[in-house]
């Protein structure tokens, strides 16, 4: 027994000495999780974004893409900057023209996702941007940025205001009373085969927000904001006197003005001024479309 005793001890002793801090263990290689150093990027995006406590990831990051999301490539370094830079003057600027500062950094997504391709579903749907919980916004086709080409700023763009749409319905509460002007119109995954003459005799701005009462709220904001003029008087404007056909095209309008009306004093509401919003945008596309 007492040879027994002084082996135990011989071998905690041999232990201790063996994890002594002058024998550190460490991973062979490169460490499993190493430390993510803040690049030059990181650094110009944290000063861009400080006022909105917004962070700004472009690697790609696996657990920050939908797992449904399919051929997905990262974005180009070269094009985040330019990208973030397009953000604050076509989004924030104008949401800044149309609400306070306070309410733009209380309501702004606290993480911007950039993907460089376009996002596929399995269904074959392309998918232009999503938010998640009111405090995340991807953007996919980022590899595609071409500041002179108004086509291109305008979908990014309208994926902005839509996403944003959803923010502050679920941060604010959605409106029964939009809800209640055409309960019956949704059809779900319907949308797709609805066309958009269909969709605005019905008294919703696209095929896409004939899904959700709302899916229709938020691309009635995003249209309002981003549309021409021309494109609102097709959504808001009778045509005089109208054939069989255009008389539901009227009907439609007569629908899409209630809502309108009814988004524009919800909105004023919580903070927005819709036109300001607006007029803001405008005014800054109008400067891209003189730039081609």
Not at 41 to 50: A, C, G, N, S
Not at 246 to 262: F, T, V, W, Y
Not at 284 to 292: F, N, T
Request: aromatic share 12%.
């Amino acid at each position: 027994m007492k040879a027994l005793k002084y082996f135990l001890i011989l071998f905690i002793f041999s232990a201790f000495v063996a994890c002594s801090e002058d024998d550190k263990v460490n991973p062979s290689g490169e460490e499993l999780f190493p430390p993510m150093e803040a690049s030059d990027i990181d650094k110009q995006l944290m000063e861009m974004f400080t006022d909105y406590n917004t962070r700004v990831e472009y690697r790609y990051v696996k657990n920050l893409l939908p797992s449904d999301w399919y051929y997905i490539t990262p974005v180009r370094e070269e094009l985040v900057v330019p990208m973030s830079q397009l953000v604050l003057d076509m989004w924030v600027d104008p949401l800044l023209a149309g609400a306070s500062k306070e309410f733009v950094g209380l309501t702004f997504p606290k993480m911007l996702v950039y993907v460089g391709s376009p996002a596929f579903k399995l269904d074959g749907s392309r998918v232009l941007g999503q938010a998640e919980g009111g405090t995340l916004i991807r953007f996919t086709e980022v590899n595609f940025f071409d500041e002179s080409n108004v086509g291109w700023i305008n979908t990014q763009m309208h994926t902005a205001f839509h996403e944003y749409g959803h923010i502050i319905h679920q941060r604010f509460g959605f409106p029964n009373d939009y809800r209640e002007v055409t309960p019956d119109t949704y059809t779900k995954s319907g949308w797709r085969t609805v066309d958009s003459r269909e969709a605005l005799q019905k008294g919703v701005v696209s095929s896409y927000g004939t899904k959700s009462f709302q899916e229709d709220f938020v691309e009635l904001f995003a249209t309002y904001i981003i549309g021409s003029d021309a494109e609102l008087e097709h959504l808001f404007v009778d045509v005089a006197d109208p054939s069989p056909e255009e008389a539901k095209d009227n009907a439609g309008r007569a629908i899409l003005r209630e809502k309108l009306s009814i988004q524009q004093k919800y909105m004023t509401n919580v903070g927005i001024n819709m036109d300001a919003v607006r007029t803001a945008y405008q005014t800054r596309i109008a400067e891209k479309a003189a730039q081609e």
